[in-house]
T-cell receptor
């Protein structure tokens, strides 16, 4: 699985937008970009995923660079509940892939009131 | 509906003892994953079940670790002769099928402490 690079930590103020970057310069054509987050003392939860086009859902938006070597998870209005570790993960949709998630260190997001 | 549940939530044991950790996946989910998370690290893959069979056990650290899913639903992770280095949070996740892009739903984890 291709490797991703994320900043160790970021801070945001409540009700402001947050842009969480992820670099994946060795991404392959069949790799999807997935984001999971882990709230304190909980298991990870799915946030969003995409391949080439930008994606939006109720939780967040995902902006993918044209060359796909980087992406940004956007939280439009951070709340205190968004304080978590955010993981950017590449997943290959190949038939031989078991679907296991390869987590890195992630970005710890702190949200200030 | 009910999510993934794991029992116990906490387990304290002594070095050398045997432990079993249980995972109840979401009903109807055929794929089940076990991960281990050490303090300050991201979760690390251990084993993947598709139905009753272990389709990928490449993440099990050694032969002290074993997992079963006899009826394709509940899974048990078994650790023999526990060591202090086994202390971690053990996470279970399930997904509706084994498709590699399916969303995985995680349980709250079992915190294992080996004294």
């Amino acid at each position: 699985d291709a490797k991703t690079t994320q900043p160790n930590s970021m801070e945001s103020n409540e009700e402001e937008p947050v842009h969480l970057p992820c670099n994946h310069s060795t991404i392959s054509g069949t790799d999807y970009i997935h984001w999971y987050r882990q709230l304190p003392s909980q298991g990870p939860e799915y946030v969003i995923h995409g391949l080439t086009s930008n994606v939006n859902n109720r939780m967040a938006s995902l902006a993918i660079a044209e060359d796909r070597k980087s992406s940004t998870l956007i939280l439009h209005r951070a709340t205190l509940r968004d304080a978590a570790v955010y993981y950017c993960i590449l997943r290959d949709d190949g038939s031989s892939n078991t679907g296991k998630l390869i987590f890195g260190q992630g970005t710890t997001l702190q949200v200030k009131p | 509906g009910a999510g993934v549940s794991q029992t116990p939530s906490n387990k304290v044991t002594e070095k050398g003892k045997y432990v079993e950790l249980r995972c109840d996946p979401i009903s109807g989910h055929t794929a089940l994953y076990w991960y281990r998370q050490s303090l300050g690290q991201g979760p690390e893959f251990l084993i993947y079940f598709q139905g009753t069979g272990a389709a990928d056990d490449s993440g099990l650290p050694n032969d002290r670790f074993f997992a079963v899913r006899p009826e394709g639903s509940v899974s048990t992770l078994k650790i023999q002769r526990t060591e202090r280095g086994d202390s971690a949070v053990y996470l279970c996740a399930s997904s509706s099928t084994g498709h590699p892009l399916n969303e995985q739903f995680f349980g709250p984890g079992t915190r294992l402490t080996v004294l």
